[in-house]
């Protein structure tokens, strides 16, 4: 396992993520609530660039024409055909079966860190 510094906390705040690229990967670096995640910017459905798509939140059980949203910010939607994933897990929201790589990250010192390897 590598460990990887990636960028301070003042780059990313929260609500945010970064871009960043480590050994070849494409990963996103999520600021969700204050805590940091990292996900593999590629969907498992089509291998869509999968950080180029909207975090949101989802629906909860509401009345007509009214729209209540939980979960805020930790789902990360594909831009192409719009699977769902728990930022926080890496998991996807349909099936037990599918999700996106996530990476550990660790925060000391107000620097952001990933890290990669088995």
Known sequence: MAVY??????EIPEGTFKMIQ????????YNVKGDYYAVNNYCPHQGAELCKGIVCGTT?????????YG?????LRCPWH????????????????VRVRSF????????ISITIGK
Do not use: C, H
């Open 5 to 10: 510094p990636i960028a301070s906390t003042e």
């Open 22 to 29: 480590i050994q070849e990967k494409s990963i996103g670096l």
């Open 71 to 75: 979960r805020e910010q930790e789902i």
């Open 104 to 111: 550990p990250v660790s925060v000391e010192n107000g620097q």
């Open 82 to 97: 719009g699977w769902e994933f728990d930022l926080r897990t890496g998991k996807s929201l349909f099936s037990e079966k």
């Open 60 to 68: 909860l059980e509401s009345q007509v024409y009214e729209f209540i």
